[in-house]
């Protein structure tokens, strides 16, 4: 008779409960319940200086939250009143670079990924579009100052500051955008092209239709970062202070300069003697509160389309 | 054969060579496909069956290595310098192997080519629609559902609509890739009693792991084998006891592959 083929299995003996425990068997559980705490542990780690940072936040601009402290304008050398232009200069920013910046990587990443054949242009192009992802906010402000305050002649203004962040986010839009397109699986395309669709007829029927959530949470992602930056507004159209009326709903003109919320942060913390100390913590509420909720619509906008996902 | 009075052939395929990258996958293989037949194509894994379809019908053209030579002509027009390769693959349907329900409606999934094709007239898309799900033996199944998701339906139902679809978009040579792979068999029987029917209409090609499929629905078998040509001729000849050659006899009665 052969030998039996080692199967793993622990040797049975007669009379044995057939789920006899073995100590393998309870290290294999024990190696099991450590593996999971560690992962959590790590988790709770990570999840802590988050809500360490927002408590401490709320905390400290609960003397100056109000709703009057968001349409009221900076007064009195900005020691007091609300963040109204900046925080409406923000969202001008936010919105104007990301029509302009959403539009063309779309479409760019559309191109890359459909039609593109797998040449060595395409893939420089492709490897440009990663490393562009990875340039520091600040070689983009530099290079907004030189292209569009200077060499286009927009001076400083929100038109020169818009398109910084829009340079500075396409390339995340388009490697995002990719990446949902590349979720649709290739056979639905094989399907359509064997039926005698174009390219651009399966594009519209199958492939956008079914990779929409990723593309417009891509999009929305990239809101938080332009609207936290920094760097790329304040050499090219941020300022210190701009006079608004209270609550004015279209203050500024594009060839205009503007407040932001991100400079006005900074302004406050580091040029401004004597604010009382609620005004910068409740500026920055402002702008994580605005920030939260328009990732937290993203999520929704993506659960929502995900129940109405269709394979 | 009368070559002169013969009509023109629906398919000339003339030292076809297909290779990806440095690997050649067909070796030069010339055959016809005469109109209104149905051609069987038979033979082992890595015989180049499914690069043969995909040349036809210029799918090919997706895959980036690939290069083809030799001439495919289609009514006697070469298929490689055609500009509208999509009126070419509206003719030259197609059945893949593995089912592909589109995500959308079913209705939608059949209607999806002729709008391709330009047609929009509601009533005519309908009547599209139920011929082929009818020839497709899956009207009965979804006629009460035609909006529900052509993506819900089982594997063997979405093999089916798989084959409406190639149908809807009325094209003269229809190939068939494996279709039965997912259905059971008396599906298979009542597509392959529609494929006897379409036959009056449609040259088929239908390329099969089944050699009792070839030997059932074929006027002709063609052999392949690892990219070579190895025999094609009538059924009579071919699931003969004595076909032209010694390797088709082998290959049929299971004696290898």
């Known amino acids: 008779m052969d030998e039996p083929i080692p199967s793993g299995a622990p040797a049975r003996h007669d009379g044995e409960p057939p789920f006899a425990q073995?100590?393998?068997?309870?290290?294999?559980?024990?190696?099991?319940?450590?593996?999971?705490?560690?992962?959590?542990?790590m988790t709770l780690l990570m999840v802590a200086p988050l809500v360490a940072i927002v408590t401490h936040l709320v905390?400290?601009?609960?003397?100056?939250?109000?709703?009057?402290?968001?349409?009221?304008?900076?007064?009195?050398?900005?020691?007091?009143?609300?963040?109204?232009?900046?925080?409406?200069?923000?969202?001008?920013?936010?919105?104007?670079?990301?029509?302009?910046?959403?539009?063309?990587g779309v479409l760019a990443a559309v191109y890359l990924n459909e039609y593109a054949k797998d040449s060595w242009f395409n893939r420089v192009i492709s490897l440009a579009v990663i490393n562009l992802a990875g340039v520091p906010s600040i070689v983009h402000a530099l290079f907004g100052l030189g292209a569009f305050v200077y060499a286009a002649r927009f001076g400083f203004s929100v038109a020169a500051a818009s398109l910084t962040l829009a340079i500075m986010t396409l390339p995340v839009i388009i490697a995002s955008t990719r990446e949902a397109l590349s979720a649709v699986p290739m056979s639905f395309r094989e399907a359509c092209w064997n039926v005698g669709?174009?390219?651009?007829?399966?594009?519209?029927?199958?492939?956008?239709?079914?990779?929409?959530?990723?593309?417009?949470?891509?999009?929305?992602?990239?809101?938080?970062?332009?609207a936290g930056e920094t760097a790329p507004i304040m050499f090219t159209?941020?300022?210190?202070?701009?006079?608004?009326?209270?609550?004015?709903?279209?203050?500024?003109?594009?060839?205009?300069?503007?407040?932001?919320?991100?400079?006005?942060?900074?302004?406050?913390?580091?040029?401004?003697?004597?604010?009382?100390?609620?005004?910068?913590?409740?500026?920055?509420?402002?702008?994580?509160?605005?920030?939260l909720l328009v990732n937290a619509s993203a999520i929704g906008l993506r659960i929502w389309l995900r129940n109405r996902k269709r394979w | 054969m009368t070559a002169a009075a013969a009509p023109r052939a629906k398919i000339e395929v003339e030292d076809l060579?297909?290779?990806?990258?440095?690997?050649?996958?067909?070796?030069?293989?010339?055959?016809?496909?005469?109109?209104?037949?149905?051609?069987?194509?038979?033979?082992?894994?890595?015989?180049?069956k499914t690069s043969l379809l995909r040349c036809l019908n210029r799918t090919i053209d997706f895959v980036a290595a690939a290069h083809v030579s030799g001439t495919i002509r289609v009514d006697g027009e070469d298929v490689r310098g055609m500009r509208d390769v999509f009126e070419l693959r509206r003719r030259v349907g197609m059945v893949a192997p593995?089912?592909?329900?589109?995500?959308?409606?079913?209705?939608?999934?059949?209607?999806?080519?002729?709008?391709?094709?330009?047609?929009?007239?509601?009533?005519?898309?309908d009547a599209i629609v139920e011929r082929c799900l009818r020839q497709a033996a899956l009207w009965d199944e979804v006629k009460d559902r035609l909006r529900s998701l052509g993506t819900k339906l089982s594997g063997g139902q979405q093999q089916r609509?798989?084959?409406?679809?190639?149908?809807?978009?009325?094209?003269?040579?229809?190939?068939l890739d494996e279709f039965s792979i997912a259905i059971d068999p008396v599906t298979t029987m009542r597509i392959e009693d529609v494929l006897k029917e379409l036959k009056?209409?449609?040259?088929?090609?239908?390329?099969?792991?089944?050699?009792?499929?070839?030997?059932?629905?074929?006027?002709?078998?063609?052999?392949?084998?690892?990219?070579?040509?190895?025999?094609?001729g009538r059924n009579e000849v071919v699931f003969s006891d004595r076909p032209a050659r010694q390797q088709t006899y082998d290959y049929i009665n299971g004696l290898f592959g």
């Open chain 1, 197 to 226: 669709a174009t390219r651009w007829q399966t594009i519209r029927g199958v492939v956008l239709p079914n990779s929409t959530s990723g593309i417009l949470t891509g999009i929305i992602l990239q809101v938080s970062r332009a």
């Open chain 1, 22 to 41: 073995t100590s393998f068997g309870r290290r294999k559980v024990r190696q099991e319940a450590a593996a999971r705490a560690v992962f959590l542990v």
């Open chain 2, 161 to 175: 609509l798989t084959i409406a679809r190639a149908l809807s978009h009325q094209p003269d040579i229809l190939c």
């Open chain 1, 59 to 104: 905390v400290e601009a609960w003397p100056a939250l109000s709703l009057e402290f968001l349409l009221d304008i900076p007064r009195e050398r900005m020691t007091t009143g609300g963040v109204w232009p900046a925080f409406v200069g923000t969202i001008y920013l936010v919105v104007i670079s990301l029509a302009v910046a959403a539009p063309i």
């Open chain 2, 200 to 232: 009056r209409d449609v040259t088929i090609i239908l390329v099969t792991n089944l050699t009792q499929q070839a030997r059932r629905l074929a006027d002709r078998t063609m052999f392949l084998m690892a990219g070579d040509l190895v025999e094609i």
């Open chain 2, 98 to 125: 593995l089912p592909v329900g589109l995500p959308m409606s079913i209705y939608d999934n059949v209607a999806f080519a002729p709008r391709c094709a330009g047609l929009r007239a509601t009533g005519d898309l």
């Open chain 1, 237 to 291: 159209g941020a300022v210190l202070y701009k006079a608004v009326e209270r609550g004015a709903l279209l203050p500024y003109y594009l060839d205009d300069q503007c407040m932001a919320l991100s400079m006005h942060l900074y302004v406050l913390t580091t040029q401004v003697p004597n604010v009382a100390p609620a005004i910068p913590y409740a500026t920055a509420v402002v702008l994580l509160g605005s920030v």
């Open chain 2, 17 to 48: 060579r297909l290779s990806y990258g440095h690997r050649e996958a067909i070796h030069g293989i010339s055959f016809d496909v005469k109109a209104n037949e149905i051609l069987g194509v038979i033979g082992p894994a890595q015989s180049g």
